[in-house]
């Protein structure tokens, strides 16, 4: 069977999952009564990914359209995941590139389309989400054109088919669709028919030996891992014995056991596949992402992906809180070192090691995001752990000391653009560009290091009533720049452990927002809310109301306490200070101070420390 491999790439929430539903569905990859055929993001199978509405790991499926079959892969938009763009993207020969009709390329479609014209990929440009009220087509035609100007290496790069479609309604169009083509029946063959003549099948050779990079891997209890990537040359069996290859030469043997071809979302056993085909193997234990799994008459590895390196780091510890071991099952650092080495195994994107000091874990990534979905994964499987505040990693070059910095991409509506310039102004950022849309709203593009940057997107949150859109990816490493003043208020610190009282919160929630409600247990030293000022306080939140005798004109009045503010994990993670840690347990968020005593933190900060 002939075959076209094709990646679906684009910046977040443009519409690649939901537009892979409407490929499944309208190419009966599932019987009309299946579940998948009333369900949406079907290929977003874990239960982060469906909470977050995002993709997290690139996923493969396959379809089959007039005899051809299409092998598909579904990478993360998010620029903190492009570790799972960059693996999987020498998978395949072609790249659907998905613009917003509304929103247009954004940072994460720039860095997307530079790897693909980096692979030589075939691109068809498609134009989602026309059917929004606020969509400009033409003029994101424009604006993507002027893209594929700045980035394409050769003229051929310039040319490409554009389609303009409505992903949710499984609508593909190579115009711009008439009132009257919305109303016809829901078709994508437009966008299938681009795919057959414009993406060209696998160049490979199947009379060489055989040769594939494992592009990515995978567990079950049953079959244990497997290895998943493109087949380059020759073709493999079941039972077939193969060199385990490295960049330094052969790394060991192994036997492969099963061979496995994508049919829709499920892995079918065959007895063979020849190359261009997208395969997962299993009987491999020892191999690892980026190796060669190859004939036993080659000795040498294909060249290994290159991935981008983490911005950030975060250090974790088993939880030492006063409440450690009462929420979670796992909660020991060796319990911690078991599972982080199993996740070595399996994640590119993302590196561990052991903190210098030997207290913990350093967890490396590229963007709070990153980080936070990791963390949050461990949490739901039982772990409780400490988190510090992340921190940028630097680099050396000539002696000099480099940071990294990031493109950041901010749109807003007229009120809050004030508000915005003031912001970054603070956190010395550069103003590359700043101009109103045809929609109304502001754009700004602004250079920044990716220090600085640290704690926006939760101001811009707030000071814009959730209505900006930031967007940002990481550019290149700059010059260190000097240390900015502190950007956040103080906190409020609980002075007695016990359970909150109505009466305690009240007289707290004067300093400011309160992040915990009446009846929630607390220690000494929690941060249990923020202060309106720039210095720490102590506040007694377990305080209760004196019973007497007396009565005033105002005893009896009810107390009405604000609601609670409830920081989600990555929030948590963007608000900490350097003296402060995330406790993380299955159950619960708290922020502590590292030192939980008032006279620990006086000597500390006398001593120089956090």
């Known amino acids: 069977m002939e075959i076209r491999n094709v990646a679906i790439i684009a910046h977040v929430d443009h519409g690649k999952t939901t537009l ?15 579940t998948e055929m009333e369900e949406t993001l079907i290929m977003d199978s874990g239960a982060l990914e469906k909470e977050k509405g995002i993709t997290i790991l690139a996923k493969n499926t396959s379809v089959v359209y007039k005899g051809i079959k299409i092998n598909i892969v579904d990478t993360p ?4 995941f492009s570790g799972e763009v960059e693996r999987t993207i020498n998978m395949v020969e072609g790249a659907i590139l998905l613009v ?28 989602n989400k026309i059917d ?4 400009i087509p033409e003029e994101i035609l424009k604006q993507t054109e002027e893209l594929f100007l700045e980035l394409a290496k050769t003229d051929d790069q310039l040319k490409f088919p554009i389609i303009y ?16 083509e919305l109303a016809e029946p829901a078709s994508l063959v437009p966008l299938f028919e681009a795919i057959i003549k414009y993406i060209p099948p696998p160049t490979v050779d199947p009379d060489q030996p055989f040769k594939m990079i494992v592009n990515a891997l995978d567990f079950d209890s049953y079959k244990g891992k497997y290895a998943i990537g493109k087949i380059f040359h020759g073709k493999i069996k079941k039972g077939t014995p193969v060199n385990i290859l490295g960049k330094d030469g052969k790394m060991g043997v192994g036997k492969v056991e099963n061979v496995y071809v994508s049919e829709g979302l499920l892995r079918v056993e065959t007895e063979m596949a020849t190359a261009g085909e997208i395969v997962a193997l299993t009987g491999i234990p020892e191999v690892k992402i980026g190796q060669t799994l190859a004939d036993t008459s080659v000795e040498k590895a294909l060249p290994t992906i290159e991935i981008g390196k983490p911005t950030l780091k975060v250090v974790i510890r088993p939880n030492s809180s006063p409440f450690s071991g009462k ?4 909660f020991t650092a060796m319990q911690i070192n078991d599972r982080l080495e199993k996740e070595k195994q399996t994640t590119v994107g993302l590196e561990i090691d052991t903190n210098d000091s030997g207290n913990g874990f350093v967890i490396a990534g590229r963007g709070e995001l990153h980080l936070a979905i990791f963390i949050e994964t461990l949490r739901r499987e039982g772990f409780e752990l400490e988190i510090s505040k992340p921190e940028v990693i630097f680099k050396v070059i000539d002696g000099k000391e480099y940071e990294p910095f990031e493109e950041v991409v901010i749109e807003v509506g007229s009120d809050y653009v004030g508000f915005i310039n003031q912001e970054m102004a603070k956190r010395r950022a550069e103003l590359i560009d700043m101009h109103t849309e045809t929609n109304g709203l502001t754009r700004f593009i602004y250079k920044i290091s990716s220090r600085n940057f640290l704690g926006f997107r939760n101001i811009a949150f707030l000071g814009t009533r959730g209505t900006a859109i930031v967007a940002s990816q990481f550019s290149d490493y700059f010059p260190k720049e000097g240390t900015l003043p502190e950007l956040r ?31 929630t247990q607390v220690y000494e030293g929690m941060v249990v809310g923020a202060n309106n000022r720039d210095n720490d306080i102590e506040v007694n939140a377990c305080k209760a109301k004196q019973l007497t005798n007396m009565h005033t004109e105002h005893s009896d009045v009810a107390i009405i306490l604000t609601p609670p503010v409830i920081m989600s994990l990555e929030q948590a993670l963007d608000f900490i200070d350097d003296d402060e840690l995330l406790e993380v347990t299955p159950q619960s968020l708290r922020i502590r101070k590292k030192y939980l005593s008032k006279l620990d933190r006086v000597r500390q900060k006398r001593s120089g420390g956090n």
Request: overall charge neutral; aromatic content about 6%; charged content about 25%.
């Open 77 to 80: 938009g998010h620029a903190d």
């Open 327 to 330: 929420e979670g099952k796992f």
């Open 132 to 135: 929004r009220k606020d969509a």
């Open 489 to 519: 208020n103080g906190v409020l610190i609980s002075s007695e452990t016990g359970r909150a009282c109505s009466y305690g919160i009240n007289i707290a929630q004067n300093h400011g927002p309160m992040f915990i409600d009446s009846g």
């Open 20 to 34: 892979v539903d409407g490929i499944l569905k309208q190419t009966h990859t599932f019987r009309d009564n299946q």
């Open 165 to 180: 479609t409505i992903g949710r309604e499984g609508r593909a169009y190579d115009h711009l669709p008439t009132t009257a």
């Open 100 to 127: 917003d009709a509304a929103e247009g390329p954004l940072p994460q479609t720039k860095f997307v389309l530079r790897k693909a014209f980096e692979n030589h990929l075939k691109v068809i440009l498609v134009v």
